[in-house]
């Protein structure tokens, strides 16, 4: 029958849900901070920036001032070549969704 | 520009995107630009609360958002939608469906109303079903089907007379009426049970509407958006049973109640093509010929065919197409976070850095070593 397998229950599946929305603005910065300021606010926390700031902790190198999360670069001298870490990416969420 | 956070219900992320539009329109003598922000959850569970609050809360910090849109919907489905409606049946319909799904059911259902009606007799003794009195009394309980009572003449074995209830028959006996051919009362006469379908049935049975509803109430059990099913869309000659936008990809369905035969795959093949649909999912309950999965296979099309072939795979066979189908959506989702998810470590402006640096500091060590010398002189 088959209603026996319209169980919610039985079946995970991934769910999507997307919004969008369209606003005139000035400057699209001051949105991002606006959204930054919110999510603190909401205490969420951005891994990104996060990850970042962890980053130059250990390699004991200032604080540089980022935007989004975005502009991740380190505009040091590092006075050896590191490889680029990478740091939650996709693939990442998509593992621990799964 | 985007980011993600981690939501507070485990297992969910938000991906954040604000996209600068190249358009630029000029407001109040001002140069302004449209930027689009665009929120995509990803997650395991049911997270509308935290999904609702977000939104409040983004929208509240930010003037000028007046409603969010569904940030997935397909383009086809929206223009189509301004023309169609969007399907939208009752509970009733969903819970009648579902008994369509039960073979007894539709057999003895067809059965009756291809005839216009049948004597229970008939139907007990004529269908092969396990149970056929079980049945009736079932589909009597379900107002599928409507019981009359038919006076046959004893005599003759005609058909004499029709009523709604054993009761009116009495009632008119008592007045002495008496059959027309035998002179026998009404009530000394054979009386069956005539089973006709409830008009609730025939448009079930119609264009095997009970698959449509079905459909509609699989994907809305797997939380397909209600705004991105259109149900018999037609068009000039063309009726697409159902067509699904799932982000930018569109689902075009056929659903048959018998075997998807070759007749059927040429027409089938041509609306893939028409509305450039991306999957074709064929939901035939007794399965499909395999001489159109042969032919499909040879055409090489662009869009790429499900076939569901029997009534009770319907929902494992469409979680799965859907399942593969949002995991897609997903990957294309957060890919802008690929470029975010490494720190680039600028090498070369390291260096300009670095060097700049040294100039000031050498510059200012030699200033420093030119003032210890000038001052050694001066002594």
Redesign the interface.
């Known amino acids: 029958?088959?209603?026996?397998?319209?169980s919610?229950e039985e079946?995970?599946?991934?769910?999507?849900?997307?919004?969008?929305?369209?606003?005139?603005?000035?400057k699209?910065e001051i949105?991002?901070e606006?959204?930054k300021?919110?999510?603190k606010e909401?205490r969420?926390?951005?891994?990104?920036?996060d990850a970042?700031n962890k980053?130059l902790e250990v390699l004991d190198l200032p604080k540089y001032p980022i935007?989004?999360?975005?502009s991740?670069?380190?505009?040091?001298?590092?006075g050896r070549?590191?490889p680029?870490?990478?740091?939650?990416?996709?693939e990442?969420?998509?593992w621990?969704?799964l | 520009m985007e980011t993600f956070i981690r939501l507070k219900n485990t297992n969910s992320f938000c991906v954040i995107k604000l996209n600068d539009n190249s358009e630029k329109s000029e407001e109040k003598d001002k140069q302004v630009t449209q930027t689009s922000i665009k929120l995509t959850f990803l997650s395991l569970t049911s997270i509308d609360e935290e999904i609702e609050k977000l939104l409040m809360n983004i929208k509240d910090c930010i003037s000028g958002i007046n409603e969010w849109e569904d940030g997935l919907s397909n383009n086809t489905i929206k223009k189509l939608a301004k023309d169609f409606e969007l399907p939208n049946f009752g509970q009733r319909d969903y819970s009648l469906a579902q008994h369509f799904a039960d073979s007894s059911i539709l057999e003895t259902l067809i059965t009756i109303k291809s005839v216009g009606g049948l004597l229970r007799s008939d139907v007990v003794n004529k269908l092969n079903i396990e149970n056929p009195n079980e049945i009736l009394t079932k589909l009597q309980k379900l107002k599928l089907i409507r019981s009359e009572y038919i006076i046959l003449c004893k005599k003759t074995s005609e058909y004499v007379n029709k009523a709604p209830n054993k009761e009116s028959i009495e009632a008119v006996a008592k007045h002495g009426i008496r059959c027309s051919r035998c002179n026998r009362l009404l009530t000394e006469e054979n009386l069956e049970e005539y089973l006709t379908t409830t008009e609730e049935a025939n448009q079930m049975i119609d264009g095997s509407h009970w698959m449509t509803v079905n459909l509609v109430k699989a994907l809305f059990d797997l939380d397909v958006p209600k705004g991105s099913v259109l149900v018999n869309v037609h068009e000039g000659y063309e009726e697409i049973d159902a067509l699904v936008g799932l982000g930018k990809s569109l689902l075009l369905f056929e659903l048959k109640d018998s075997q998807f035969s070759i007749g059927h795959a040429y027409a089938f093949q041509s609306r893939l093509s028409l509305y450039g649909a991306d999957i074709g999912i064929i939901w035939a309950t007794d399965g499909v010929a395999p001489e159109v999965i042969e032919h499909f296979n040879r055409l090489e099309l662009d869009a790429k065919i499900h076939y569901i072939e029997s009534v009770d795979s319907l929902v494992p066979s469409l979680s799965k197409i859907l399942d593969e189908l949002r995991w897609e959506i997903a990957e294309n989702e957060l890919k802008p976070l690929l470029r975010q998810g490494s720190i680039v470590i600028n090498v070369p402006q390291g260096i300009i850095q670095f060097l700049k640096k040294n100039i000031r500091s050498w510059r200012q060590d030699y200033k420093d070593e030119v003032a210890v010398t000038q001052e050694e002189h001066l002594d």
């Open positions: 029958m088959l209603s026996e397998f319209n919610k079946i995970i599946l991934l769910k999507i849900k997307s919004y969008v929305s369209n606003i005139f603005t000035e699209t949105i991002k606006n959204i300021r919110k999510l909401l969420y926390t951005l891994p990104l920036e970042y980053y935007g989004f999360d975005d991740v670069e380190i505009r040091y001298f590092m070549f590191l680029p870490p990478r740091i939650f990416g996709h990442d969420i998509l621990r969704l």
